[in-house]
């Protein structure tokens, strides 16, 4: 079993940066793969990028590339989510997801990730 706590949302302004943080416990860090998804209020929860176990390779969805920066730190087992440049349809609510072991494609797909945090909300104004 895994828990994940997220935290470092807050209101921000069009154009402002704010790192989110995600803290594992339960597992062996380095085995797990980690990701971020958000979801707005009536849409379905949307992948925004995921760092893999091992080499800590990355990926990002198209709307966010160049923007946001995922990283973690085997220290703390943490992992990180900088998010420079915000906009206003950056507004949701953003969850950290975990999974032991997870390499390929589903690294972007919610049926990917068996454990979820409870999430952090996240207010861009324009």
């Known amino acids: 079993q895994v828990q994940l706590g997220e935290s470092g949302g807050g209101l921000v302004q069009a154009g402002d940066s704010l790192r989110l943080s995600c803290g594992a416990s339960?597992?062996?860090?380095?085995?797990?793969?980690m990701g971020w998804f958000r979801q707005a209020p009536g849409k379905e929860r949307q992948f925004v990028a995921a760092?893999?176990?091992?080499?800590?390779?990355?990926e990002y969805s198209d709307s966010v590339k160049g923007r946001f920066t995922v990283s973690r730190d085997h220290a703390k087992d943490t992992v990180y989510l900088q998010m420079n440049n915000l906009k206003p349809e950056d507004t949701p609510v953003y969850y950290c997801?975990?999974?032991?072991?997870?390499?390929?494609?589903?690294?972007?797909?919610?049926?990917?990730?068996?454990?979820w945090g409870q999430g952090t909300e996240v207010t861009v104004s324009s």
């Open positions: 760092i893999r176990w091992g080499r800590s390779t990355t």
């Open positions: 997801a975990a999974a032991a072991l997870l390499w390929g494609p589903q690294i972007r797909s919610i049926q990917g990730y068996k454990y």
């Open positions: 339960g597992r062996t860090f380095s085995s797990l793969s």
